[in-house]
Nanobody, 120 residues
């Protein structure tokens, strides 16, 4: 059974950094693209970025939304089977619940999110 669990959220100051982790089970993170999304209070889900699988033509490349470019970085830890989101230069508008998401064998999975609060 595919499961995802995001962790690492908390309170940060503007300009600070946080590292979130998405623990995966039921699939190997190396083999599937994994995305990070967020949902700010009262707003729609926002896609932040994706790390591609190493088996496809993209060869593990990461792509980002404009809001994340230059500040956020997605990486994989194959030993732990996790996909991490390193966030730097945090802004109050980054306050949201952060989720990881994957599509495996035709089904989309989004785990429980982790709350990030950025104070000014």
């Amino acid at each position: 059974e595919v499961q995802l669990q995001a962790s690492g959220g908390g309170l940060a100051q503007a300009g600070g950094s946080l590292r979130l982790s998405c623990a995966a089970s039921g699939f190997v993170v190396n083999d599937y693209p994994v995305s990070w999304l967020r949902q700010a209070p009262g707003k729609e889900f926002e896609w932040l970025g994706r790390i591609q699988s190493v088996v496809g033509s993209e060869k593990g490349r990461s792509t980002y939304a404009d809001s994340a470019k230059g500040r956020f970085a997605i990486s994989r830890d194959n030993a732990k089977n996790t996909v991490d989101l390193e966030m730097t230069s945090l802004k109050p508008e980054d306050t949201a619940v952060y989720y990881c998401q994957v599509r495996v064998r035709g089904n989309s999975y989004r785990g429980k999110g982790t709350l990030v609060t950025v104070s000014s």
